[in-house]
């Protein structure tokens, strides 16, 4: 859920019940209804506005490098896929009910040709993975419309492209139009006559535009004209057929007004709902019965209509349910229903029974479904699955199901019912009585990632919906949530891997250990923002630092917290001016950076006692990475989100003392968000770093740029981490769950193994305890060794080697610098050194067993 879980963070069937409070991002003044914007937020500062053409273009940068990486290394998934993740959309093969299609709101389109037992992704070669809806030709069925761009409103996609269509089942795609009109809410096609075809765009989440409204083919998708158009602010979200007479059509309208920065109001006279006679070419509006606009009003004379959500009866077409969202309170307005095909209408009952089933943001679903067989069963998606079998007397909520409902389907036959919503795919043999978990789906949006440094098998992440979660093995075995909520940074301290310490949103940061679960989040962070960072010291995991409007540290693992930085934003007070991102430098663990989401950047350089601003020469935008690097204790990177506003700008910057100058470091980067940036600890130089629109790499420090490996598809990448011991890299996407790596192309390239008298490095005994002997056999002038965890933090530096003998050893006693002994786990030795003007590496893994 987007909002928080309650203060037990109890997990129920599929998901955690939320509190009545959405996010708000940080300022306890919000309204508590206020609907999320980070995303849209974190894209936009300072401008609030981007260029309408931003995304395509990107896209199409990136379009142009996808065939110079053919005979890359292959991006492999990891899971989960027994969690899943929002689904906006499904259909039935009305002829072949084994056939599916569903759509993920991020991870893009899903195909199953067994009863949805398992799925395949049938849209990862297009250019956009934001889906709102899917339609196939009930006459043809392997021609199908998606619908791009999500329609639900939340905060953490992306607009979409338009209007796509398969000829052959999902094959191939291609492009058919409606290009800006941000996102989809239905696509219908005439079931008479299928080359008709209408499609609801709700137009831009954040600001208003005129591609919005009903638009109308007559050639299948080929040419199309907008037929219904209220105003700049007021989409289409909602279409029906009367499958008896497809000269009439129904459609709902949502007007919303909600901008970044305010104001918001998810409701307007532009609501409503309109039939059109002529197969969609006029439309008139209809009332009489339905809600009064002149009666239902807010405080400022405005109709209080919000979402609205529309269903027919296929087996008597002449009833028909429209659900009403208040924009004002934005839960349960009426369920209004008509049984002479709109003439007039009644409120069927204000759900008594349901209570439980709407949360205080409606709008973030609004969808009411009928059985094909029997126009008085009825369910209503919100939060929870409400369902009625006598025609709205009386309801009764569904369990067994994640909560966060956007889609429901009934097979042609009317035998199956399958449920989409925020934990995935739900399904029903008995007409929604009982409900079970249907397919794997590699779906989940995460937020941030981790390994367990003493064994990199065990993944972690925070995600939309999910909570934080933990797969033992990586590939193998399910993922399990270890924390409710939403979760975002987490961390497991590399001396004791017993101690994980996770987050839910708005930095509710909790300590797991063997006494159960620890609030630990300072007392004094009352602002924070919606994925607020934390890092453990790399020398005394003990010490944490945690980002609120200033920089707090604990050093006895979240038990006190002092505050160790002034006010780092520019904003002191409202939505800005909060911590995004925080590290450390591994070299000399004094020097600390830290960003800001309103386009600071600053550094302290003894600890946290004093602090710099280092903002000169950087873009205004918002800071989503500061990487340290792990080659030198004064190089820093630093990346930034933004969408393209007017001019292009570099979105990651190099530094080489300590932020006082800057250097643009994104050639030949795609001009879209950077939402991640790591430094390979083992190569200098070596950078990786995920996009919305992938993953990209580079080899010197950021002036040149390539995609990232193969088969990844254009999905935003939220995290990055190297495993430095599985020599792999570790991606977290927002919409297509976790991906790996192999590093193979890069690190074996920077080892020499040409003879056996160049570099090289062995270390035993291997696996030990105590002492661990390293020889070295070295031709080059000097060589720089240490001791590395799998994180590619250095643990010790064992000094500089004079080359040109054989045999050279060297000492370990598995301690680090402090010389404190290191917990159990596999280790590196990387030796370093010139080679004619490159830094070249190698390295060997050793374990060490500590002594009990």
């Known amino acids: 859920m987007i909002g928080l879980c309650v203060a037990s963070l109890l997990v129920f069937v599929g998901g955690c019940r939320p509190s009545n409070q959405r996010h708000v991002d940080s300022d306890p003044g919000e309204a508590s209804r206020k609907p999320s914007d980070w995303h849209w937020l974190q894209r936009t500062y300072p401008h609030y506005d981007f260029d309408p053409v931003a995304v395509q273009s990107a896209l199409s940068e990136r379009l142009l490098q996808v065939g110079s990486n053919k005979n890359a290394a292959s991006w492999q998934q990891v899971g989960p896929t027994n969690v899943g993740g929002r689904i906006v959309d499904i259909a039935f093969n009305p002829k072949n009910p084994q056939t599916i299609y569903l759509a993920a709101a991020t991870g893009g389109v899903f195909k199953s040709t067994d009863g949805g037992a398992n799925w395949v992704p049938v849209f990862d070669d297009q250019a956009v993975l934001t889906i709102g809806d899917i339609e196939l030709d009930p006459e043809r069925p392997d021609t199908i419309y998606v619908g791009t761009g999500e329609a639900n409103g939340g905060h953490n996609n992306s607009p979409g492209l338009g209007v796509y269509r398969s000829l052959d089942g999902g094959m191939t795609w291609e492009s058919v139009g409606l290009a800006e009109t941000a996102s989809i809410g239905r696509i219908v096609v005439d079931p008479s006559r299928p080359n008709r075809v209408l499609t609801a765009a709700v137009g831009s989440y954040f600001q208003p535009n005129n591609e919005r409204g009903v638009y109308r083919s007559i050639d299948s998708g080929q040419t199309w004209e907008r037929t219904l158009f209220v ?58 019965g339905l809600p009064d606009p002149t009666i239902l009003q807010d405080q400022t004379g405005r109709a209080r209509f919000g979402r609205i959500g529309l269903a027919i009866s296929e087996s008597q077409p002449q009833t028909l349910y429209a659900l009403y969202v208040d924009g004002v309170t934005q839960g349960y307005l009426g369920l209004y229903r008509s049984d002479n095909g709109g003439d007039s209408w009644y409120n069927a009952d204000p759900l008594k029974g349901a209570e439980d089933a709407f949360a205080n943001f409606s709008w973030y679903f609004g969808q009411v479904r009928v059985d094909p067989g029997d126009p008085d069963v009825v369910f209503v998606l919100d939060q929870q699955l409400a369902m009625s079998t006598n025609g709205g007397a009386s309801w009764e909520v569904q369990p067994g199901t994640h909560v966060d409902h956007h889609a429901l389907e009934y097979s042609p036959d009317g035998s199956v019912i399958l449920s989409g919503n925020d934990g995935g795919l739900a399904r029903s043999t008995d007409n929604g009585n009982f409900w079970t978990r249907q397919g794997e789906l590699p779906i989940t949006q995460f937020y941030e990632i981790a390994f367990d440094p003493s064994d990199p098998r065990r993944l972690f992440g925070g995600t939309q919906d999910n909570g934080t979660l933990r797969s033992p093995t990586g590939t193998d075995g399910p993922w399990t949530r270890i924390l409710g909520g939403d979760g975002f940074y987490v961390a497991v301290d590399p001396t004791n891997p017993g101690i994980i310490y996770a987050e839910s949103q708005n930095g509710g940061l909790y300590r797991l250990d063997s006494d159960g679960q620890t609030f630990i989040k300072p007392a004094a962070a009352s602002a924070t923002n919606w994925s607020t960072p934390f890092i453990l010291d790399p020398d005394d995991p003990s010490t944490l630092l945690f980002g609120a409007r200033r920089i707090f540290r604990s050093t006895n693992r979240g038990e006190t917290w002092t505050a160790i930085s002034p006010t780092l934003g520019k904003n002191a007070t409202g939505r800005l001016g909060t911590v995004t991102t925080i590290d450390i430098s591994p070299i000399n663990t004094d020097i600390v950076f830290a960003g800001t989401d309103d386009g600071n950047v600053w550094v302290s350089s003894d600890g946290g006692d004093s602090w710099t601003l280092r903002a000169a020469g950087l873009i205004d935008r918002w800071v989503t990475r500061v990487v340290a690097s792990p080659h030198s204790a004064t190089e820093v990177f630093v990346s930034f989100s933004g969408l393209k506003w007017r001019d292009p700008q570099p979105h990651v910057f190099r530094s080489n003392d300590l932020g006082a100058t800057w250097v643009a470091a994104s050639g030949g980067l795609p001009d879209s968000p950077v939402n991640a940036l790591t430094a390979d600890p083992r190569v200098p130089g070596l950078l990786f770093t995920g996009l919305d629109i992938g993953a990209y790499f580079s080899t010197d420090s950021g002036s040149s740029w390539s995609m990232l490996g193969s088969g990844l598809p254009a999905v935003a990448v939220y995290d990055l981490k190297v495993d430095v011991a599985s020599n792999r890299l570790l991606a977290g996407t927002h919409g297509r769950s976790m991906w790996s790596l192999p590093l193979a192309d890069f690190v074996t390239s920077t080892q020499d193994t040409r003879a056996p008298d160049h570099v090289q490095v062995s270390a035993y005994p291997n696996p030990f305890s105590a002492d661990l002997t390293i020889e070295l056999s070295t031709p080059a002038p000097e060589l720089e060794v240490a001791v590395l965890d799998v994180t590619g933090r250095r643990i010790r530096h064992l000094g500089i080697v004079r080359g040109g003998t054989l045999g050279k050893r060297l000492r370990w006693d598995g301690t680090n610098d402090a010389g404190q002994p290191v917990a159990s786990g596999t280790y590196l030795v990387v030796a370093t050194w010139d080679d004619s003007g490159s830094r070249r590496t190698t390295s060997s893994l050793v374990t060490r067993i500590a002594q009990r």
């Open 231 to 288: 105003n700049d602010s007021t989409g289409a979200i909602d279409l029906v057929f009367n499958p008896n007479s497809p000269d009439t059509v129904f459609a709902a309208t949502w007007e919303r007004v909600r901008r970044p920065t305010g104001p918001v109001r998810l409701h307007g006279n532009g609501s409503g709902v309109w039939r059109s006679v002529d197969n969609g070419v006029t439309w008139t509006k209809l009332g009489n």
